[in-house]
């Protein structure tokens, strides 16, 4: 898929498990739609990790773990990073777990490296779900019309304040 094609499907979700427009995206429509799905918030991740996602064959299911001393905002848009990879590389998350890092764990809890153009595309992919899924282009746009202020759309979007920028810029509704 394209980027541009990536984005129009993370709308879709969007669209499909919120569609009233509510801010913050309620992620708990994806997991009670989505049975082979768990979201998980822990502390007991690496300090330089924000998130992880994995298979368990056993269960049969997707975990995503956040590590909750990370900043709200910060978990809040790993979440929908991870869901991005959920959405698509379900494939090759069965293979090995991914971690919002340059680092992927392994079963055992091993760290060890990816490679790095197969991890940039893949996490490329993954932040432009997650910025499309979160701070839909239709929404933004109305935000910014309305507010005019980087920070106040970051507030209503729950997203850092860097994330809103680079949304607006790609938007193009602010240099």
Wanted: proline residues 3%; negative net charge.
């Amino acid at each position: 898929m394209t980027i541009q094609e990536i984005c129009n499907y993370a709308e879709e979700i969007s669209k499909k498990y919120n569609p009233e427009g509510l801010s913050p995206f309620p992620y708990e429509n994806i997991q009670k739609d989505k049975s082979d799905l768990k979201i998980f918030r822990t502390g007991k991740l690496p300090d330089k990790v924000s998130g992880v996602i994995g298979f368990f064959q056993e269960e049969n299911n997707f975990s995503i773990l956040i590590n909750n001393t990370k900043s709200p905002t910060r978990q809040y848009f790993t979440i929908a990073h991870e869901l991005g990879h959920y959405f698509l590389h379900q494939e090759e998350i069965k293979k090995e777990f991914f971690v919002d890092e340059e680092n992927v764990l392994d079963r055992a809890g091993m760290l060890y490296r990816r490679d790095e153009a197969t991890s940039t595309k893949l996490e490329t992919e993954a932040n432009n779900f997650a910025a499309s899924l979160i701070m839909p282009a239709e929404l933004v746009k109305k935000a910014w019309e309305k507010l005019r202020d980087v920070e106040d759309c970051a507030e209503v979007f729950n997203v850092s304040v860097e994330a809103m920028s680079i949304r607006l810029s790609r938007l193009g509704l602010v240099n």
